[in-house]
DNA sequence: GCGACAG
DNA sequence: ATCTTGTCGC
C-alpha cells in the first residue's frame, strides 16, 4: 500500500467489501487457529510498530508456530481506516508462518464497520483465510446490553442490518464485539469465540498474540537501556 | 454544527 | 494503541 489518501482508502474498502464472504468456508474439521495482534513504540522508537502471529492447535491450545514482524508506522489511527495502519505488518508476520491456518482471530472489527470492512475482513479477503473480527469496543452499530453470564449475547445493529455479535465471554466481564471477517457466518463467529474463551475475556489465539508481540516490545525496552546506560 | 470513533 | 499507581471489587 503505497501513499494513499483517507478518501482513497474509503474508496478501496467500498470496492474490497464486495469481496467479502459471509459463508463458513474453512475445514469441517478445524486443525489450527491464528491470533494476530500488534503493539507500538512508546517513547525511544516513535513510529515503529511490531505485528505477530500465533498458531495454536484447536482446543489444546498448544503453540505450534509463530512469527514477528517489526517496521516502521505507514499510516496514522483513523477511525474506520485502522487496516492500512495494521494489515502490511500483519501480512508480513504471517509470512513468516510455517504452519497453515485454518481460521484467523484478528484484533478489531470485521463487517462491524462503517463501510463493512474492518481489519478482519481486509486480511481475509487478500490472505484467503477465514477470519472473525474480534474487538474489544464498539466501532459502529447498536445494540441491548447482553446478560451478565458467559454466553450471553445480543445483535450488533447498523442500518437495519445485523453486522455482528456482542458477546459475553466470561461471567460479570465488558463483552466482546464480534463479526465476521471472511468466509465466517454471523452465526458462527460468536461460537467460535466463545470456543476459544475459557479463564479470559479474549479468546486464547488473540490472547496469545498479544502476548507475544509484548514480550517483543520489551527487548526493545532493554535495548533502548543498554543503549542509554 | 455536534458527537462518535476498532487499535 | 501508549503513558502510569494505586486501588476497588469478585
Redesign the pocket.
Known amino acids: 500500500m503505497e501513499p494513499i489518501s483517507t478518501e482513497q482508502a474509503r474508496t478501496l ?1 467500498r470496492e474490497l467489501a464486495r469481496e467479502v464472504l459471509l459463508d463458513d468456508a474453512f475445514p469441517g474439521r478445524i486443525e489450527t487457529v491464528c491470533g494476530l ?7 525511544g522508537r516513535r513510529g515503529r510498530m ?1 505485528a505477530g502471529a500465533v498458531v495454536l492447535r484447536f482446543r489444546t491450545w498448544e503453540r505450534i508456530d509463530s512469527s514477528v514482524a517489526e517496521g516502521e508506522i505507514p499510516f ?11 494489515l502490511p505488518l500483519l501480512l508480513e508476520a504471517l509470512e513468516g508462518l510455517k504452519e497453515p491456518v485454518d481460521l484467523a482471530f ?5 463487517i ?3 463501510r463493512r ?6 486480511l481475509g479477503v487478500v490472505t484467503g483465510l477465514p477470519s472473525i ?8 452499530g447498536v445494540y441491548d446490553e447482553p446478560g451478565p453470564e458467559r454466553g450471553a449475547s445480543s445483535p450488533l445493529l447498523e442500518g437495519g442490518e445485523t453486522v455482528g455479535t456482542v458477546l459475553r465471554t466470561r ?2 466481564v465488558r463483552p ?2 464480534i463479526s465476521p471477517g471472511h468466509k465466517v457466518s454471523l452465526a458462527s463467529a460468536p461460537r467460535l469465540v466463545l470456543a476459544c474463551c475459557g479463564r479470559y475475556r479474549l479468546p486464547e489465539p488473540t490472547r496469545r498474540a ?1 502476548e507475544l ?2 514480550a517483543r ?1 520489551a527487548v526493545w ?1 532493554e535495548d533502548d537501556r543498554d543503549a542509554t546506560s
Open positions: 474498502q495482534d500488534c503493539s507500538y513504540s512508546g517513547r511490531i496514522p489511527y483513523v477511525p474506520g481506516l485502522l487496516s492500512f495502519r495494521e484478528v484484533d478489531g472489527a470485521g462491524a464497520h462503517p470492512f474492518g481489519l478482519a475482513s481486509h473480527g474480534v474487538a474489544k469496543s464498539r466501532l459502529c461471567d460479570g466482546l464485539f498479544h508481540v509484548t516490545r525496552k
